[in-house]
């Protein structure tokens, strides 16, 4: 058995904030609106989706309990493509040794965290490609 792709659902109570953050600042492609939930492409089997609290099967997130984790090789064109667009973002791109990777910071909507991340290590970085 193996799945097939994989989805992380989000929950707001209202989808314009967030619809706008994927769709126009992250410039995701939206693969499927259901009205009350709407999902994006990552890359590949990776998805997000945003959902309607009122709809939905889970609660809205407390604030920082969750960090969306976006992975490539592209760290500093990601910083200034999210800077230039007005996102709030925590630090420049960063050299982390003890975790082996170079990344940054940034607060999305619904006081998601997000974190834009490179694997340093070719090893463990084939994995996320």
């Not at 984790?69 to 982390?96: C, F, M, N």
């Not at 990344?103 to 070719?122: K, L």
Request: proline share 4%; with cysteine.
């Amino acid at each position: 058995m193996q799945f097939s792709s994989q989805i992380t659902f989000l929950y707001f109570e209202d989808l314009k904030e967030p619809a706008l953050f994927f769709e126009e600042t992250l410039e995701l492609e939206k693969v499927d609106d259901q009205g009350f939930a709407k999902i994006y492409r990552i890359s590949g089997g990776a998805f997000l989706g945003i959902v309607d609290v009122s709809q939905g099967y889970c609660k809205a997130a407390g604030e920082q309990n969750t960090l969306i984790t976006l992975v490539t090789e592209d760290v500093h064109q990601w910083y200034a493509h999210l800077k230039s667009r007005g996102v709030r973002i925590d630090a420049p791109p960063k050299l982390h040794a003890k975790a082996n990777v170079e990344c940054f910071f940034f607060q999305g909507p619904g006081g998601y965290a997000f974190e834009v991340q490179r694997f340093v290590n070719p090893d463990v970085s084939k994995y996320f490609q």
